[in-house]
């Protein structure tokens, strides 16, 4: 099977690698991938919200699937004028991945089959949001745009100016373009956050192992949000109970949700969820893998990747069983000083060898680099995401930790609590 991967992140080079592993496997290109993804696949200078430009690749290409790991282009469609071009595909079509691409249709959907979420209202006028926060008279507000927004279009307000502010920014002043042309305003909810990643054809429904994601820039929770500063899995809160709970409440009945609108879920779903007082709620859907989630839940899968992915695309996930390993898994992120805002680029990165790995006992997922001269130079906010398995989740965060030690550039940025919370 030769695979071409959308993406240019540690998600793509996390799910390169484990692809890597698979003897069924045998060319891997990516587009446009990075420094670390070129020492694994051949990369090709293609964006991966070109869609004709995608299409005009894979035709050159000729790989047996193209795996779309991004949101941007599944929101687009870039799976739908993938197959119309004859190509098989991982991930939804964009009338599916509509579950990340609007909230305000997977709060209706939510709504409509009773999967529990938390209150909400949508509006366009920015006077009748105002009035309705003013009567609800209830801090923190949270107002979200309905579409995709770079992490960044959800605003928790803790008084009436931050929410009237927040308002008018997406419905009068367009900071987030059409994204922002409705908003959602929602109960505010309390409890801690899970992310549960699931393989789907459509009709059955595979959780993968559970995940717990570190969204802002500081320690101790403090700082702006950020794409995610480092995860570990499994996530020790989603115990069997929890498991249960997700399926029967939420998992199937949104898979089910989804078949009986004519919209089934082909791909990896993402389920961000909160455990609160009143049982567990869904926060959000993507539709896709999460990054830096994938990079610590891939490497505990024990079952081919490859084989995973025919059988979504041949609707039999059903007869297929999806094993995990028993193990922890830690990544910490190393990120430019000053992300998730300015930040600067091309410095140099020590500690790499000529695979872009590091001599500890981690695997280095590649985010924001580039290879120019035999040297990897920064290219994002997230530069990488390091990586360590072991038998305990304690053995891998130290084994993570020693690993980001030996790696260094010019005001590399990291946290030092991931985990924390799981210990
Ligand atoms: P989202 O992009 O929808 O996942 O939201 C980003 C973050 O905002 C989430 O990870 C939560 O921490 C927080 N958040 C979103 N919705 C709510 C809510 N209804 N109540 C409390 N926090 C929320
Ligand atoms: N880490 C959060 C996301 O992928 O959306």
């Known amino acids: 099977m030769d ?50 430009g995608m299409v005009e690749l894979a035709k050159k290409l000729s790989p047996d699937y193209v795996f779309v790991a991004p949101d941007d282009p599944l929101v687009m469609g870039m799976v739908d004028r993938l197959n119309e071009a004859g190509f098989k595909t991982f ?8 579950l990340e691409g609007s909230k305000v249709f997977s709060k209706a959907l939510m709504k409509k089959y009773k999967i529990p979420t938390a209150e909400y209202e949508t509006f366009t006028d920015a006077e009748k949001a105002i009035t309705y926060i003013r009567e609800k008279n209830s801090f923190p507000a949270v107002i979200k745009c309905d579409g995709l927004a770079l992490g960044k279009g959800v605003i928790i307000a803790e008084d009436m100016s931050q929410a009237e502010n927040a308002v008018k920014s997406m419905l009068l002043d367009g900071k987030f373009g059409k994204s922002g042309s409705e908003i959602v305003i929602e109960e505010y909810l309390t409890g801690p956050e899970l992310t549960v990643l699931a393989f789907t054809d459509g009709k059955t429904v595979k959780p993968m192992v559970s995940s717990m994601d570190h ?6 929770d403090k700082g702006l949000n950020t794409g995610g500063m480092g995860t570990i899995a499994p996530n020790p809160l989603y115990t069997p109970d929890k498991q ?18 004519g919209r089934p879920f082909k791909g990896c779903l993402y389920f961000g969820l909160m455990l609160t007082p009143s049982g567990v709620k869904v926060i959000e859907y993507n539709c896709r893998f999460g990054d830096p989630e994938t990079q610590v839940v891939l490497p505990l899968l024990e079952t081919d990747l490859a084989e995973i992915i025919e059988a979504i695309w041949e609707e039999r996930l059903d007869g297929l069983d999806v094993k995990w390993s028993d193990k922890s898994c830690a990544c910490v992120v190393m990120a430019s000083g000053g992300y998730p805002e300015k930040y600067e680029t091309g410095k140099e990165i020590s500690g790499l ?38 038998d305990t989740l304690r053995n891998a965060l130290d084994k993570a930790y020693a690993a980001v030690k030996t790696i260094s550039f010019d005001k590399a940025h990291y946290r030092t609590d991931i985990g924390k919370k799981a210990l």
């Open 244 to 261: 249960q709970e997700c399926m029967e409440n939420i998992f199937l009945p949104t898979i089910k949700a989804m078949q009986a609108e």
């Open 3 to 52: 695979i071409l991967v959308v993406g240019g992140g540690g998600r793509e080079h996390a799910i390169l690698t484990a692809l890597r592993r698979s003897p069924k496997v045998g060319k891997l290109y990516a587009a446009p991938g990075n420094g670390g993804i070129s020492r694994i696949a051949e990369c090709f200078p293609v964006k991966a919200t070109d869609i004709d």
């Open 91 to 98: 991930g939804p079509k964009a009338n599916a991945a509509i």
């Open 353 to 390: 060898d000529e695979n872009g790995q590091t001599s500890a006992d981690a695997y280095v997922y590649h985010a924001g680099t580039k290879l120019e001269n035999g040297k990897f130079l920064t290219a994002g906010g997230r530069v990488l995401g390091v990586t360590s398995t072991a």
């Open 215 to 220: 969204k802002r820039a500081y320690d101790n």
